[in-house]
């Protein structure tokens, strides 16, 4: 699932890049999400919104699944 703009962001026609700090439970599930680099107009929210329903591959360890923080950059950028 994309990321959504805000309209606020659109209308000021803002664009970057949030980068999020995650925890990847065993599960593949994101948990703890929370914004590193904020750039605003609603857009740190949406990208929180976003890599929450997201789901991933979990870490390895000796070939068991492990939680594994990552950080992830969710861009943004008006076509």
């Given at each position: 699932m994309e990321p959504e703009y805000s309209e606020e962001a659109r209308k000021?026609?803002?664009q970057g890049t949030v980068v999020l700090d995650?925890?990847?439970d065993d599960k593949?599930?994101?948990q703890n999400v929370r914004?590193?680099?904020a750039i605003g107009l609603g857009l740190d929210e949406?990208?929180?919104e976003a890599v929450s329903k997201w789901r991933f591959k979990p870490g390895l360890?000796?070939?068991r699944p492990v939680?594994?923080?990552a950080s992830i950059e969710v861009n943004f950028?008006?076509?």
């Open positions: 000021a026609k803002h995650v925890v990847v593949g599930m994101p914004v590193i680099r949406k990208a929180i360890k000796d070939g939680a594994v923080r950028r008006l076509l």
